[in-house]
């Protein structure tokens, strides 16, 4: 069976720009999370999404954004770029959301703000 | 604000030796614990969680202490073998939060030297 697969694996952006991420979790799971982890830093709650509705969000601005699908895909958002958005980001799932030790890790977007 | 603290940065042992990973955390809420391990390029897998209602938990050569009282866990692993050297991340599930919402320690990253 397919892990969490996350697009695309490497990307490059200007200052300002947009960026779409996407996540497909594992068959059956219908939660998805989304963490920012910065070069030396542990993982950082963004936002999950369960049955298409967000459950949860972490201390980030407005600039990003999240949504589900009805087929539990997801997608981040991050608009107006800045130099300090460069991380890897990271989708998880789970079946629902309160799967402490069934949280699967894809591996991850590697976003580079130039 | 810190919640879950891993202060040690990095830790090299010898293979067949015990490796003892450690985090703090400052929110006496949290009742839930879990350790993740990753390795370059990959995201995080699960490696072991601890409930707040246990003091120890146990798989194989991996085991997980907890001390309430002082706010404390730590990951062993014996014997060390050169294939668990990775950046290893303790994490708790963010309080009146779902498991989704992991606060995650900076990591430490352990070297089993041959």
């Known amino acids: 069976d397919a892990g969490v697969t996350q697009s695309p694996t490497h990307l490059i952006k200007t200052r300002g720009q947009q960026v779409t991420l996407r996540c497909s979790p594992i068959s059956g799971h219908k939660s998805v999370s989304w963490y920012q982890q910065v070069l030396g830093q542990g993982p950082q709650f963004i936002f999950q999404y369960y049955e298409k509705e967000e459950r949860g969000r972490g201390n980030f601005p407005d600039r990003f954004s999240a949504r589900q699908f009805p087929n539990y895909s997801s997608e981040l958002n991050v608009n107006a770029l800045l130099l300090g958005d460069s991380a890897l980001y990271l989708c998880?799932?789970?079946?629902?959301?309160?799967?402490?030790?069934?949280?699967?890790f894809g591996e991850g977007s590697w976003l580079t703000v130039v | 604000d810190q919640q879950v603290k891993q202060n040690s940065p990095s830790l090299s042992v010898q293979e067949g030796r015990i490796s003892i990973l450690n985090c703090d955390y400052t929110?006496?809420?949290?009742?839930?614990f879990l350790w993740y391990k990753k390795y370059p390029a990959e995201g995080p897998t699960f490696l072991i969680s601890i409930s707040s209602i246990k003091d120890k938990n146990e798989d194989g050569r991996f085991t997980v202490f907890l001390n309430k009282s002082a706010k404390h866990l730590s990951l062993h692993i014996v014997p060390s073998q050169p294939g668990d050297s990775a950046v290893y991340f303790c994490a708790a599930p963010h309080y009146g939060g779902s498991q989704g919402n992991l606060i995650f320690g900076k990591g430490t990253k352990l070297s089993v030297k041959p």
């Open positions: 998880a799932s789970s079946f629902n959301p309160s799967g402490g030790n069934t949280i699967y």
């Open positions: 929110n006496s809420m949290f009742d839930y």
